[in-house]
């Protein structure tokens, strides 16, 4: 009997369709796989044929690669948990120094303690601050310095959050400390110092609750409302706790109300520190005009007038006072007559963007400094971005001629449009787009949870100095 000849189509993964007796199903196992094989059709069967399934062996999904736990301890305990663990120390150490009798000048000035802590935490945050300190940096120490220094140099200004979050937990424990003393010797008090003690603490606990980290990231607008509104109404009743334990001699059990009592002591001159560094942002807010592009539903850019240096970020909000975003500033340089924003469509905000676009929004116009502004230090580099993180990095690509760009996405062109395209291809040619060299300096990235702790641990591990996002603005 001779052996049956397979149709043609059968190399292209295509049979006809049989009865169960013209295809015979074998427990060949080759490579760990069942084969079906067909035989031929019978004569004069005219049924349709059909593509066969893909048999070919599901591959094992590669191996995950393991870190050393070294080297995530090392980006774990970064510039930023350093900070916050010494000032800390310092601080729980004095705290526990005044309460044993041991330093006098803390237990008789605790509210100096309390109010010097808080002015370093508001400071750390201040738009104004940060630009003078990133110019200095910049100016002094570009290029000729040792590169380690350099590093140390970005580090620090990128971790100063570290500062902002220790000052203020620490300021928080001086305070319960001072209301509780306070409540100690309740007798030499009157009860209006104390009441407004309590509240002062109430709301400073509800600022440093709501900027728990698990909070801030999954609960933005929440975290938002409450540090913004429960700080401003924190620094009003720290005006009042202030003047009124100042006003009062515990000697003498009486009220004195003179100014010149008041301007002669220290803590008076940390709440106008304070209230300067609060205030001084929101005299920068103007509404100004706005063109928004959509080139696809997963992205908006806005364009407004005027350009901007690299490593800037803008905060942007439909309202004058609420739930303000912060995006990177792409430009190309001072003289241009445009900069852009990257939005991503994903919250209600930049939903908003895309199904009702205005035709103003609300800004700062003192932009506040990242931790890009500090690629002038640096006579190379590499910035590494995902997705609308480009926002954040490109613009130091274009006002640096020897800053080379790994941008990590999918239908770039398609999503972002031509204006992003067109920024790319006229300033950046192709030698210098998902280039990687070893001789680079530093590495910053931009990207999500998962994506920059990833690049980060391979950088760390390859011994690479590398900058990554971070989660508390």
């Not at 971005?385 to 239908?411: E, F, H, K, R, V």
Request: overall charge positive; glycine content about 6%; aromatic content about 12%.
């Amino acid at each position: 009997m001779s052996t049956p000849t397979l149709p043609a189509d059968v190399e292209k993964g295509v049979l006809p369709v049989t009865s169960m007796s013209t295809a015979t199903l074998t427990d060949h196992v080759e490579n760990g796989t069942t084969h079906f094989i067909p035989s031929a059709p019978p004569a004069g069967d005219n049924s349709k044929a059909v593509a066969l399934p893909n048999l070919k062996p599901n591959k094992p999904p590669p191996a995950k690669r393991t870190v050393s736990r070294w080297i995530r301890w090392q980006l774990w305990f970064n510039t930023y948990r350093k900070f916050f663990t010494v000032i800390m120390i310092a601080n729980v150490i004095a705290i526990v120094l005044a309460t044993t009798g041991h330093w006098p000048y803390a237990r008789k000035y605790t509210g100096a303690m309390v109010l010097g802590n808080l002015l370093f935490a508001v400071l750390m945050r201040n738009e104004l601050f940060g630009r003078l300190l990133y110019l200095v940096i910049n100016t002094l120490f570009a290029k000729w310095t040792p590169l380690w220094f350099r590093l140390g140099c970005t580090s620090v200004v990128q971790h100063l959050g570290g500062i902002h979050s220790a000052c203020a937990t620490s300021g928080l424990l001086w305070l319960i400390y001072k209301v509780t003393q306070t409540f100690i010797d309740h007798s030499s008090n009157p009860a209006a110092i104390l009441v407004i003690g309590v509240i002062t603490n109430l709301f400073i606990l509800i600022v440093a609750v709501s900027a728990i980290p698990w909070i801030r990231n999954n609960f933005h607008n929440i975290f938002e409302r409450h540090h913004r509104f429960a700080g401003w109404l924190g620094l009003m009743f720290t005006w009042v706790f202030v003047m009124i334990t100042d006003s009062f001699d515990t000697e003498l059990q009486k009220w004195d109300l003179t100014a010149s009592r008041v301007v002669r002591d220290q803590q008076f001159w940390f709440v106008i520190g304070m209230t300067a560094c609060i205030l001084f942002p929101w005299f920068t807010v103007r509404k100004v005009p706005v063109d928004i592009e959509l080139p696809s539903p997963k992205v908006a850019i806005l364009r407004f007038e005027r350009g901007m240096q690299q490593g800037l970020l803008s905060r942007v909000s439909r309202s004058a006072i609420m739930e303000y975003h912060a995006f990177g500033i792409i430009s190309e340089g001072k003289h241009a007559k445009y900069h852009y924003l990257i939005c991503g469509v994903q919250g209600d905000f930049t939903k908003s963007l895309v199904n009702d676009p205005p035709r103003t929004i609300w800004t700062r116009q003192l932009k506040f400094a990242g931790v890009s502004n500090t690629s002038a230090l640096y006579t190379r580099g590499i910035r590494v971005c995902t997705g609308t993180g480009l926002g954040a990095a490109l613009s130091t690509c274009i006002q640096s001629p020897n800053w080379y760009l790994i941008w990590i996405g999918s239908d770039q062109e398609k999503n972002f449009g031509p204006t992003i395209s067109g920024l790319i291809h006229r300033h950046m040619g192709p030698e210098r787009l998902c280039l990687w060299d070893s001789k680079k300096r530093v590495v910053f990235v931009t990207s999500n949870m998962q994506g920059n702790s990833e690049i980060m641990q391979g950088c760390k591990e390859a011994n690479i100095p590398a900058f990554g996002t971070l989660w508390d603005f």
